[in-house]
T-cell receptor, first 115, second 111 residues
Framework: EAEVAQSPRYKITEKSQAVAFWCDPI?????LYWYRQILGQGPELLVQ????????DSQLPKDRFSAERLKGVDSTLKIQPAELGDSAMYLC?????????????FGPGTRLTVL | DAKTTQPTSMDCAEGRAANLPCNHS???????VYWYRQIHSQGPQYIIH???NNETNEMASLIITEDRKSSTLILPHATLRDTAVYYC????????????FGAGTRLFVKA
């Protein structure tokens, strides 16, 4: 069964350093999402791509976060510089285009710890 | 976007039905109700979705009230592996789906 791949699974960094997370969605899925999940809370959407275009980045802290999906396939989320409050699980999800079925398939996530 | 309200936590005995309620009183006519669950340290997993009619699949049943202001997810025979956080979401399509997760309901299935 096809899965969403993410790497690394765990990342420990010091504040003010740069970090990057990678996501490979399920083949053929045009929509890709990046979520941040703080412990004890539900996932919060950071950015949503349709192919290579950003369709929603209203919750992305653009002063330090950036996301790209250059060829409309895999995607990278970057934080520079990292802050203590960025410690969280970063989840990637993908879905196919549909007017009803928005089943999102989630990857295992990257757990970031900022020291 | 419509907001959802769910109980913070619930308990259920193993083998019994688990009924998880969700209020979405501001839901619009074109918004679907989706349910996901998240087992500890894993990404969320899709369970089921519906618009007006009740739905059933191999995992669960979804009962939506006639006025669509609330719904119930039913796990017919809960097992210990169903212990998870369950999220009720309303979402609509406008060239892309908007998905807003709340805090969800933490379901504890006890032996």
């Amino acid at each position: 069964e096809a899965e969403v791949a993410q790497s690394p699974r765990y990342k420990i960094t010091e504040k003010s350093q740069a970090v990057a997370f990678w996501c490979d969605p399920i083949s053929g899925h045009a929509t890709l999402y990046w979520y941040r999940q703080i412990l004890g809370q539900g996932p919060e959407l950071l950015v949503q791509f349709q192919d290579e275009s950003v369709v929603d980045d209203s919750q992305l802290p653009k002063d330090r976060f950036s996301a790209e999906r250059l060829k409309g396939v895999d995607s990278t989320l970057k934080i520079q510089p990292a802050e203590l409050g960025d410690s969280a699980m970063y989840l990637c999800a993908s879905s196919s285009i549909g007017t009803e079925d928005n089943e999102q398939f989630f990857g295992p996530g990257t757990r970031l710890t900022v020291l | 976007d419509a907001k959802t309200t769910q109980p913070t936590s619930m308990d259920c005995a193993e083998g019994r039905a688990a009924n998880l309620p969700c209020n979405h009183s501001t839901i619009s006519g074109n918004e679907y109700v989706y349910w996901y669950r998240q087992i500890h340290s894993q990404g969320p997993q899709y369970i089921i979705h519906g618009l007006k009619n009740n739905e059933t699949n191999e995992m669960a049943s979804l009962i939506i009230t006639e006025d669509r202001k609330s719904s119930t997810l039913i796990l017919p025979h809960a097992t210990l592996r169903d212990t998870a956080v369950y999220y009720c979401i309303v979402s609509f399509f406008t060239g892309g789906f908007k998905t807003i997760f709340g805090a969800g309901t933490r379901l504890f299935v006890k032996a």
